[in-house]
């Protein structure tokens, strides 16, 4: 089996390749990605030797450099490649529009031309918008998204759903919660928590930090994906999340707690505009279909995740440093 991967060298695309590098090791592994500001090429630099992976550098949404890769013959592609981060998308769309829209046209059409087995789209939670205190999105939710990067994340689930609909493309959407684990970029919060904290500075909490997010650790997400690819249905959407429901609030003193670290390294900061109140993800349809469930508690992943941190100081040391730093300047320094 002929595996394209894209955007594989960020966050959850390194901890997909480790996975399926080791659960299925005679599949061939074809990793493309831009290696944007979060894409960082080291996380992979200690995949074995015998594993079939191949890594090139290019744009989802450069047709002509991917067309070679649908001409020579994919089963699957699964779709990573995008700019993940909301507060980046409130500062400038425009990457969000290019990448998480028309990238993913680009690879619709190409794979509609070439043919494909399966066409898994990575899609979020984020796209069914904000919910209140009750209820959990299910994959009948409407899709009501609220930062650029969500309604460039749903633009794409629609169009994806109309491949299916009008071409019989085999799309198949999964839309999960908030992911943590290792590799995951210090911009994201709970990376954000643990390298500022052991760095002695603040820790910016967006408004009352009252905000709910579902925590899902990424292997069970990884997990979750393989799944999808074995055994999910084209036309379908499956929702996957953590059952792990926290305030942002709740987050950082457990973080802190971990660490030995005081309360009072969390500073209250100007809000994100548009800040979605609460996500909580039903994941019954892939448990009850696929046979899908987490498998790691979030107590453990936590205190696993927290100590990969603490083992790479220079992984993110290199990276708060630059480019991110001025990025952060910018964001928090905000009035
Ligand atoms: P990330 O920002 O860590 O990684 C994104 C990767 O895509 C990077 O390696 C980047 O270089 C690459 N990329 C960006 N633009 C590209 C382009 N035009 N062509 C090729 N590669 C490009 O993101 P992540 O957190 O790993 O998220 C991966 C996917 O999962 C995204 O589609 C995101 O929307 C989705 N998702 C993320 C979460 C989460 O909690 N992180 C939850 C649900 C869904
Ligand atoms: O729900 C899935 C989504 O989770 C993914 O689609 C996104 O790619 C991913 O970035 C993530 O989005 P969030 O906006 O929920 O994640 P983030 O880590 O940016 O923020 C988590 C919560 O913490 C959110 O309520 C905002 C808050 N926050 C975040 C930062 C960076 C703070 O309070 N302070 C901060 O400095």
Redesign the pocket.
């Known amino acids: 089996m002929k595996i394209l991967v894209?955007?594989?060298?960020?966050?959850?695309?390194?901890?997909f390749i480790k996975h399926i590098v080791a659960e299925q090791p005679v599949w061939e592994v074809i990793n493309?990605?831009?290696?944007?500001?979060?894409?960082?090429l080291e996380n992979l630099m200690d995949l074995n030797e015998q594993a079939k992976y191949t890594f090139y550098r290019?744009?989802?949404?450069?047709k002509s450099f991917m067309e070679p890769f649908f001409q020579r013959g994919i089963d699957v592609l699964i779709?990573?490649?995008?700019?993940?981060?909301v507060d980046r998308s409130i500062q400038d769309a425009e990457?969000f529009i290019?990448?998480?829209i028309a990238?993913t046209y680009v690879l619709l059409e190409l794979a509609r031309s070439y043919g494909i087995k399966k066409f898994i789209?990575?899609?979020?939670?984020?796209v069914y918008g904000s919910l209140e205190s009750e209820g959990k999105f299910s994959e009948e939710s409407p899709l009501c998204p609220n930062s650029p990067?969500s309604a460039s994340?749903a633009s794409a689930d629609l169009i994806c759903r109309s491949y299916y609909e009008t071409y019989n493309l085999p799309v198949t959407v999964?839309?999960?919660?908030?992911?943590?684990g290792p590799?995951?970029?210090p911009e994201?919060f709970i990376p954000l928590i643990i390298t500022n904290a052991v760095e002695g500075k603040a820790i910016p909490v967006y408004g009352d930090g009252l905000n709910v997010r579902d925590w899902?650790y990424?292997n069970d997400?990884c997990r979750a994906l393989e799944t999808v690819i074995l055994k999910g249905l084209g036309g379908e959407v499956y929702n996957?999340g953590g059952n792990n429901e926290l305030s942002n609030l709740e987050l950082v003193k457990k973080i802190l707690y971990l660490l030995g670290k005081p309360d009072t390294l969390i500073q209250f900061v100007k809000d994100r505009p548009g800040h979605d109140q609460r996500y909580a993800i039903d994941s019954a349809k892939m448990t009850r279909e696929l046979g899908w469930q987490t498998a790691y508690s979030f107590e453990d992943a936590l205190m696993v995740t927290v100590n990969w941190y603490l083992k790479q100081p220079d992984w993110w040391k290199r990276i708060k440093t630059g480019v991110y730093q001025d990025y952060y300047n910018k964001w928090y320094g905000r009035v």
Do not use: M
Request: glycine share 12%.
């Open positions: 894209t955007g594989g060298a960020g966050f959850i695309g390194t901890n493309v990605d831009k290696l944007t500001y979060a894409g960082n290019g744009d989802i949404a450069d779709n990573f490649a995008a700019e993940s981060h990457p290019k990448t998480n990238g789209q990575v899609s979020t939670d984020e990067y994340k999964t839309r999960c919660s908030n992911n943590f590799y995951q970029f994201k899902i990424v997400h996957i």
